[in-house]
């Protein structure tokens, strides 16, 4: 087997990780969660369960990637818990079925910039929305986006992901700068951050209760947890540096972005005169495919915006791919590029049934994102918090000065608190997946 590639520099290995947390999470889901659940009171919230639920499971997968240098089952073997791989398992498993799907949004994703170039959405957005989410030319651009995402991972980890994000990660950055300059221009920028960031503690309050579980999902879903790409990621960390430096750096971009999408996105909207509605894929398409028609340079800020959008989507895809890669190519001994094709081939097949039927996708969605991750989340945090701790601590305060302290809050957060509150979370989404799954059958 060749040797075990590592990140060139640290920063490439921040803006991957980065990359991998930036996507539709940031640009769609967050904002919405945001504006529904009482604006900058939430944000608040949602912030401590970000630092609180977030980062702790983040250095969780980073500990047992530096400290084994292997893949997601791979890493469990080399600590002689062969017991416990099938964590690897559950994140190889929600892989195969993320990216089967992730790809064909990445492929609406695609036409949405070619159609914002041509105008093709202005006259009936809804009407064109359906045309793009299923059918021949979904498939057809699902093929395309899989097949870039393939040959990025193709070429490596320095060369392929690292060279990737290095260049990608910020100019999604930069592009939604401009997006959120413009629409502070714009008419409806007033009522947009309004809509967006009123402080609603009220809101926040009375629906606590049910709030928590959706903030701690969204924290883990925006981190990319629960699925070992920050076990991969961290594996390829040649010197022991501060883990929770660089955590806390991917977190504050990652929430960075998300932010900033708001402030792009309901300007937009509320110049653009439609309801923001309620999120959902509907919403990055439809509703925004009717402002991009109403404002003034309309298509123009549309393909900047689908190119930021497809320039998050592909960095966060091509970390779920490589998992599987490190994992195949690791374990059967198979070259990089034969074994990522492969991959790549499989997915896509497994993906046709969600490009052709958006109710197939949707059950995807729920049976990945609200059990495979939260499921492995789960046993990842009861394996690092009870029975892998002293190791994990040991790596956890290397390339730090002192630690002792945080290193026992960190041990005792994935004890108790995050056990039990990604359980219930996981609880309340194996009962949403069996119905999104009922609807399909
Ligand atoms: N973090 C990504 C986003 O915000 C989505 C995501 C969730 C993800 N889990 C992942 C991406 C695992 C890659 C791997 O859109």
Not at 100 to 117: E, K, L, M, N
Not at 143 to 168: H, N, Q, S
Not at 321 to 349: H, Q, W
């Amino acid at each position: 087997m060749s040797v075990r590639e590592t990140w060139a520099t640290r920063i490439g290995f921040i803006l991957a990780a980065t990359g991998s947390a930036v996507g539709l999470g940031n640009i769609w889901r967050f904002p919405f969660l945001t504006a529904e659940s009482g604006g900058a009171a939430f944000l608040v919230a949602y912030l401590l369960l970000v630092i609180g639920v977030g980062l702790p499971l983040m250095l969780a997968e980073f500990v047992v990637g530096r400290r084994t240098k292997r893949n997601v089952v791979g890493a469990f073997e080399e600590l002689g818990r062969s017991n416990w791989k099938f964590i690897g398992g559950i994140g190889a498993l929600a892989g195969f079925v993320i990216l089967s799907y992730y790809s064909v949004v990445g492929g609406w994703v695609i036409q949405y910039i070619i159609a914002s170039v041509t105008g093709a959405y202005t006259s009936d957005p809804a009407a064109y929305f359906g045309t793009v989410a299923s059918g021949t030319n979904a498939v057809a651009f699902d093929a395309l986006f899989m097949a870039v995402v393939a040959g990025i991972v193709a070429l490596g980890v320095r060369d392929g992901l690292e060279r990737a994000a290095t260049f990608m990660v910020p100019s999604v950055a930069v592009l939604l700068v401009v997006l959120a300059g413009y629409g502070a221009t714009l008419g409806g920028a007033e009522e947009g951050y309004a809509f967006y960031l009123s402080p609603d503690p009220t809101t926040l309050l009375t629906d606590a209760i049910a709030l928590l579980p959706d903030a701690a999902g969204q924290a883990f879903f925006t981190l990319s947890l629960g699925m070992g790409v920050m076990i991969t990621y961290g594996s390829y960390l040649g010197e022991d540096r501060s883990l929770l430096n660089d955590s806390l750096l991917i977190l504050v971009v990652d929430t960075f972005i998300a932010l900033l999408a708001g402030l792009a996105i309901f300007p937009f909207l509320f110049a653009g005169d439609v309801d923001p509605g309620t999120g959902g894929p509907g919403t990055v398409f439809v509703a925004l495919g009717t402002a991009f028609g109403q404002l003034p340079a309309g298509q123009l800020v549309g393909t900047v915006f689908y190119l930021a959008l497809f320039l998050a989507a592909l960095t966060s895809a091509f970390s779920i791919l490589e998992v599987i890669v490190a994992y195949v190519t690791e374990t059967f001994d198979v070259d990089r590029k034969p074994a990522t094709l492969g991959i790549a081939g499989v997915m896509f097949l497994v993906g046709i049934p969600t490009a052709l039927d958006i109710n197939v996708l949707t059950a995807y969605d729920a049976l990945a994102n609200q059990v495979l991750l939260i499921g492995g989340g789960l046993m990842l945090a009861i394996f690092v918090g009870w029975v892998f701790a002293d190791s994990a601590v040991d790596e956890f305060t290397k390339g730090m000065d002192g630690g002792d302290t945080l290193s026992t809050i960190w041990i005792w957060l994935l004890r108790v608190p995050i056990v039990l509150l990604l359980a219930y979370v996981l609880y309340k989404g194996i009962l949403t997946t069996s119905e999104a799954i009922t609807a399909v059958l």
